[in-house]
């Protein structure tokens, strides 16, 4: 079974400019989920999906940060612009959807913000 | 509200020595409890569960966890440690309506030859 796809594995921009993240989760996961996992720290949900529909979005800096998941399969997280404070490890995970599910986690993107 | 406490950053063993991880949580009800383990540079990989049926859990590599609701902890233990379980581990308590995860800060496990 192939697991959660993310692309690219690392991204190195300066301050101000725009960056988006894809992922591509477990086939037939309807739950979707973004984390940023700041170095020293524990990952923090900053989007979660149900198929093309956003469940929980409250810890998502909405000024800066957006996220989609057209069609419910593939997601696309962006940042603009991005900060200082960004740079940061980017997981994506996803699970079936139902209650006390496990969460699988994708390999991360890298992001550096100069 | 859940939310999950980590009581040791770094911990230090020895190769074929016990591994001890704690973990307590807080939670509104009776909660998910996951264990979960990144090595550097790869995806956070499931260790084991716990979901109110056994509280003592068996997981892959060896690694077990106790629930105990009374302590409302979850501790990770593995009888002997391997060079290969360097590695970062994270605690997790599930929001059981939502599917919701809140990670624990992450305890580093460094094992020494």
């Known amino acids: 079974e192939a697991g959660v796809a993310q692309s690219p594995r690392y991204k190195i921009i300066e301050k101000r400019q725009s960056v988006a993240f894809w992922c591509n989760p477990i086939s037939g996961h309807a739950t979707l989920y973004w984390y940023q996992q700041i170095l020293g720290q524990g990952p923090k949900l900053l989007i979660q999906?149900?198929?093309?529909?956003?469940?929980?979005d409250s810890q998502l800096p909405k000024d800066r940060f957006s996220a989609e998941r057209l069609k419910g399969v593939d997601s696309t997280l962006k940042i603009q612009p991005a900060k200082l404070e960004d740079s940061a490890v980017y997981l994506c995970?996803?699970?079936?959807?139902?209650?006390?599910?496990?969460?699988?986690f994708g390999p991360g993107t890298r992001l550096t913000v100069l | 509200a859940q939310s999950v406490t980590q009581l040791d950053s770094h911990v230090s063993v020895s190769e074929g020595t016990p591994v001890l991880l704690r973990c307590n949580y807080s939670s509104s009800y009776s909660p998910s409890l996951f264990w979960y383990v990144q090595h550097p540079n790869k995806g956070l990989q499931l260790l084991l569960k716990y979901t109110s049926a056994a509280t003592l859990v068996k997981g892959i590599n060896g690694f077990e966890a106790e629930f105990k609701k009374s302590e409302t902890s979850f501790h990770l233990t593995k009888p002997s440690a391997h060079m290969s379980d360097a590695a970062e581990y994270f605690c997790?308590?599930?929001?059981?309506?939502?599917?919701?995860?809140?990670f624990g800060s992450g305890t580093k496990l460094n094992v020494k030859p």
């Open positions: 995970a996803s699970s079936l959807g139902q209650a006390l599910d496990t969460q699988y």
């Open positions: 997790v308590v599930s929001d059981n309506n939502f599917n919701k995860f809140y």
């Open positions: 999906f149900q198929n093309n529909g956003v469940v929980d």
